[in-house]
């Protein structure tokens, strides 16, 4: 049992309040899962830039000269703003394969938490109160985001086996369920060159997802995909560049709850997780159907989604 909370905004004026509005939802969900916990933002893009959100659990010592340790390595200008355990680098665009790769070798203990133009993930073991304070998530801003809260049932509580997960550009992932078939998938993806850390089944999830938009597909036919090819029970929640997508798998044992206004879309495990949302009395509140794909991306046309049945 974890919990799993994601909000997409559409009224501008509300991305100063994300991270309150997240971290509020997450606390909720607390009681779901109390190993680990963590959240998504998507904030702001900077050209010319990716960020590359990593983690130590000696960030005094690791994370000392690594901007000028990089920028050698990468033969361009980094920047770092740290944040606790985590801090946020700032990377030429296009440049991180060759990052993590000269990570790996000046600062083997380092780890890559998340990459993108605008992602950045922050997760530790503990509760989610403590997690959103460690990293004063509640002050940050962005157009939208995910969090999760564990009960770790098939790997290890650690950082790395905590949500949500990062194997894409400006994509992760969070699920309540439990995969079957992570395993065998697991070797057939690294097979195909995606990159996996852990022996987590969520993460094995995000790097199918990957897959499938790296051969083609969008997000909306790799989530359609994943109810033929993921064995097990399940509800996703991704986040994107420009938005987030939702499915169930096609027994949908596992509570999720969604509402909609003029000013965001919301999900939450449970309705007590949306209750301090503004507006929520107005929203349209449903359940998410078995097997069927929704979708809201900020470059569609305003305020509206996909949805694949």
């Known amino acids: 049992m974890c919990g799993i909370v994601g909000l997409f905004l559409k009224d501008k004026s509300l991305e100063p309040e994300l991270g309150n509005m997240l971290t509020s939802m997450l606390i909720t969900m607390t009681d779901r899962g109390p190993d680990s916990a963590g959240i998504a933002i998507y904030g702001n893009e900077t050209k010319g830039s990716s960020k590359m959100t990593v983690q130590s659990d000696a960030p005094e010592l690791e994370f000392a000269g690594l901007e000028s340790a990089l920028s050698d390595a990468l033969g361009g200008k980094v920047s770092m703003e740290v944040i606790s355990t985590h801090a946020v680098l700032s990377i030429p665009a ?12 000046i600062r083997p203990n380092v780890r890559v938490m998340s990459r993108g133009d605008t992602l950045e993930i922050y997760k530790e073991v503990g509760l989610p109160k403590d997690v959103a304070e460690q990293f004063n998530v509640t002050s940050m801003t962005g157009t939208h985001g995910i969090g999760h809260t564990r009960m770790a049932t098939e790997s290890a509580i650690t950082t790395m086996g905590a949500h949500p997960f990062n194997t894409g550009d400006d994509q992760c992932l969070v699920h309540n369920g439990s995969l079957s078939n992570h395993n065998s998938l697991r070797r057939k993806l690294r097979r195909e060159g995606i990159h996996i850390e852990t022996e987590n089944d969520t993460e094995v ?31 996703f929640l991704v986040g994107t560049k420009d938005g987030f997508g939702v499915v169930r798998d096609p027994i949908a044992c596992k509570p999720a709850v969604m509402a909609e206004t003029d000013q965001y879309v919301a999900f939450g495990s449970e309705y007590r997780a949306l209750v301090n949302l503004p507006g929520i009395e107005e929203a349209r509140v449903w359940e998410p159907e078995p097997a069927t794909v929704y979708f809201w991306s900020h470059n569609v046309a305003p305020n509206s989604a996909e949805k694949a049945a």
Do not use: H, I, P, V
């Open 94 to 105: 296009g440049s991180f394969e060759k990052a993590r790769a000269a990570l790996s070798e």
């Open 205 to 235: 999830g995000a790097a199918y997802l990957t897959w499938k938009m790296r051969e083609g597909a969008t997000l909306g036919e790799a989530l359609e995909s994943s109810l033929n090819d993921l064995d097990g029970f399940f509800t």
